[in-house]
């Protein structure tokens, strides 16, 4: 049997060797292990080694000649041996992040000369300066990926990546950078992403990485950035300029590709009009591109071919809104406008001829539109009129105050009264509306009828503190809504209407001085009721039935419960409906209070009548006393017992 058993190791490690079978291991973990060295033991056919988060300080030969990847990071390491790397002849992805690589420059970057083959190289968090990361880059013509996030880089030389001409992917976030020279990334025909976020950079005045699809500059100081036109077409699809210091829209190249534009945390709008910032900007562009005579338009020609769909401008200083910049985007299906200093959007724009009439321009693509946090009070009806395709609306946190639909006729003579003389908002006119929120609005009154004409699917009232809610506010919606939010508004039962809402799944009536629930409830299929921080001392238990055919989860802590009228929680119980605050709740009796999972495990005794109390307390007086005298009896008994036994004397 032992002979058998031999002949056959040795033809499968002969099979092995041959190499007519390979069962090499893919990876090998030794994360987080405490080491000082590399394990001596390791298996030759790895082809994945992490040795992170270590205390590895020197790297010697390894001799491992499958490797593929290899994770050094957050280790110790200072000093790698000039051939530490020469047996690694696959590997492609190497991981030398959070260690001291500023030291031993010249033996390090040695070492690292062997790896001509590698694809991918982060040498993040390493103090290294613009002379070390050079010597790091030499020979990797490879090189396809490339981070070094988290050094102390100021600037970038035109010598930088002259031997890594194959990068697609560069990250050098957060670092010093403050001059990048000509020539620096132009080279690069392959790259698609640049990250240069976290640095010094003030002025991009002449972009020109055609090839280059994701570009990332927030977090800088840039205060302009500005393309020369050419009619080459760029490959760039994002631009993040976030979180910097610009006062003006960006002049993008005239042939481009761009969808998405973020310019959130910034100073554009800061000048008192757009006509202004217009002015400003092209002045700029002929300042820096040498025009000695103003030319056109070169913002809104370029913007006009922008295929932008998505464009952020919160947090700026925006105090009139850019119509006629805005409306070039014929692709935009998203804008946010949020936390800016709009008060009016006024339909502040030139007209082409003196008949008085109004020019009108169209948002035929716009979807989306936030503009949350502004201090808004009047929306011009001409703008809402722009808005052809708009489906949600975030006006949370203004002074917006909906009109009812039959406060004005949307024909075009009472159109232009409406503009001058009213306060209110006309949210008729927007027939496309699925999504609006007017959440802290200080609404004093819903009107009948003021959403008429509108198809809503969620609507968010919360937080507009004594609003009047009139019978058939809700008229028009009551069919397709789905979704509503009416809590912190302080509202009492007695002045809750609401209609049957076949659609309605999601109500939020929290924080408010309810007492029951509406019973034209029971036609909803709700699926989400939170009914929290209210007065309710109980629920009607056959609404409650109904409700519970659809019902998943619900919320109904901070209400002052009954807890000997709770069958309506028994229903709940027996449906399987999620309750996810219930020991957070708590009901009274007569006795004292309960958090209602400490009173559902013995109900009874507290929730009887007066009567019915006085014979389950006799009942148990017998018990007790039954109980005393057998246990009395006992006693005596085995005393007298003892009493009669007598010690045996010899």
């Not at 829209?249 to 481009?256: G, H, L, S």
């Not at 716009?366 to 009129?385: C, E, M, R, T, V």
């Not at 007017?438 to 609003?467: C, D, G, W, Y």
Request: one cysteine or more.
């Amino acid at each position: 049997m032992f002979s058998n058993l031999l002949l056959l190791w040795s033809l499968s490690h002969a099979l092995c060797i041959t190499g007519l079978t390979y069962y090499a291991p893919k990876e090998q973990s030794w994360n987080n292990q405490n080491l000082s060295s590399v394990p001596l033991d390791l298996d030759v056919r790895l082809r994945g080694l992490d040795l992170s988060n270590n205390s590895i300080r020197q790297l010697h030969t390894l001799a491992l000649p499958y490797l593929e990847q290899l994770d050094l990071s957050s280790n110790q390491l200072d000093l790698i041996s000039e051939g530490a790397f020469e047996n690694l002849a696959r590997l492609e992805q190497l991981n030398l992040s959070r260690n001291g690589l500023n030291n031993n420059l010249g033996r390090n970057s040695k070492a690292l000369l062997s790896l001509s083959r590698l694809k991918s190289l982060d040498i993040s968090m390493n103090a290294l300066g613009d002379d070390a990361v050079e010597l790091y880059l030499r020979n990797k013509s490879s090189l396809d990926h490339l981070k070094m996030t988290g050094n102390a880089l100021t600037r970038l030389s035109h010598d930088l990546f002259k031997e890594s001409k194959a990068l697609r992917t560069i990250t050098i976030d957060d670092n010093l950078i403050a001059v990048i020279e000509q020539g620096t990334f132009e080279p690069l025909r392959r790259l698609e992403t640049l990250d240069l976020a976290k640095n010094n950079l003030a002025h991009i005045c002449d972009f020109k990485l055609h090839q280059v699809k994701y570009l990332n500059l927030s977090r800088n100081s840039v205060e302009f950035f500005v393309a020369r036109e050419d009619d080459q077409l760029y490959r760039l699809e994002i631009l993040d300029l976030s979180y910097n210091k610009l006062l003006y829209f960006p002049i993008v190249p005239k042939m481009n590709r761009l969808r998405y534009l973020y310019l959130q945390n910034n100073m554009v709008g800061a000048l008192n009009s757009e006509a202004t910032v217009v002015s400003e900007v092209n002045s700029l562009y002929n300042e820096i591109v040498s025009e000695k005579i103003a030319r056109k338009n070169n913002l809104h020609l370029n913007w006009r071919l922008m295929p932008l769909i998505y464009i952020d401008l919160s947090y700026n200083h925006f105090r009139s809104f850019p119509l006629e910049t805005l409306s070039l985007l014929s692709s935009l299906e998203t804008l946010n406008l949020s936390y800016n200093c709009l008060q009016n959007i006024m339909w502040n724009i030139k007209n082409y001829s003196d008949s008085g009439h109004h020019r009108q321009l169209f948002f035929h693509s716009l979807k989306h539109l936030d503009l949350q946090s502004n201090g808004l009070a009047h929306i011009s009806p001409l703008f809402l009129s722009a808005l052809t395709q708009i489906e949600t609306f975030n006006l949370q946190d203004n002074s917006v105050q909906p009109c009812s639909s039959t406060d004005h006729s949307t024909s075009s003579q009472s159109t232009q009264k409406m503009d001058l003389n009213t306060s209110c908002v006309a949210f008729g006119q927007l027939r496309t509306l699925k999504h609006l929120s007017l959440k802290e609005n200080n609404i004093k009154v819903l009107q009948p009828n003021t959403f008429q004409r509108n198809a809503l699917v969620s609507l968010n009232l919360a937080k507009n503190l004594h609003m009047e809610m009139h019978e058939g506010a809700l008229d028009g919606v009551q069919t397709t809504l789905q979704s509503l939010i009416i809590s912190e508004i302080n509202m009492r039962s007695s002045r809750l209407s609401l209609p049957c809402m076949p659609a309605l799944t999601h109500l939020n009536v929290s924080n408010n001085h309810l007492d029951m629930i509406p019973s034209s409830l029971g036609c909803s299929p709700l699926t989400e009721l939170d009914l929290r921080n209210n007065v309710f001392m109980t629920l009607n238990q056959s609404l409650m039935q109904i409700l519970s055919t659809h019902l998943t989860t619900t919320y109904i802590s901070g209400n002052n419960y009954n807890c000997c009228d709770s069958g309506w929680l028994t229903t709940l119980n027996e449906m399987k409906i999620k309750v996810p605050d219930i020991n957070e709740t708590e009901c009274f009796t007569r006795v004292r209070n309960f958090v209602m999972t400490d009173y559902l495990e013995k109900p009874l005794i507290y929730c009887l009548s007066p009567s019915k109390a006085l014979e389950v307390n006799f009942g148990q007086m017998i018990i007790v006393l039954f109980v005393a005298v057998i246990f009395t009896v006992l006693i005596v008994f085995s005393r007298k017992l003892c009493c009669t036994q007598r010690p045996f004397i010899m």
